[in-house]
């Protein structure tokens, strides 16, 4: 089965009239208004390639009001993502985070001191 998905550049206003025609074409399997640079994208199923280029070029491009279309044809990569997710699992999990440790009121003191000998020095 081949797909493809047909971005559609419409009159202003034309939008549900267009996609009442996309709607009555037999290999349309969606079409829905967008916003955006496009006005309608529409999903296209057929037998063949030459059977897509057709409906394309014969009757989606034909329909009264469309101005202009852009074609999508999905890459054969369809479930790749999901073959993936196993190898991203990590092997080992980390551990559980522990939180960090106060520290005693003579650290505390050391560093306001050392703080304070960098200020005299700058100054």
């Given at each position: 089965m ?5 971005l ?15 709607q009555?074409?037999?290999?349309v399997i969606?079409a829905?208004?967008?916003y955006?640079?496009?006005d309608i ?13 057709n409906?394309?070029?014969?009757q989606?491009?034909?329909?009264n009001?469309?101005?202009s279309t852009?074609?999508?044809?999905p890459?054969?990569?369809e ?9 991203m ?7 559980q ?10 650290n505390?003191?050391?560093d ?12």
């Open positions: 081949e797909k493809a998905f047909v559609i550049n419409c009159e202003p206003g034309q939008e549900p009239a267009v996609i009442e025609q996309l009555k074409l037999e290999d969606d829905q208004e967008t955006g640079v496009y994208v529409a999903r296209i199923e057929s037998d063949s390639q030459s059977q897509l280029d409906i394309i070029s014969d989606i491009r034909k329909l009001n469309v101005n852009l074609t999508l044809i890459t054969e990569h479930g790749m993502l999901e073959d993936l997710i196993p190898d699992m990590p092997d080992v999990i980390p551990e985070k522990k939180p960090l440790e106060e520290q005693s009121s003579e505390k003191e050391e306001s001191d050392e703080d304070h000998d960098d200020e005299t020095k700058l100054n």
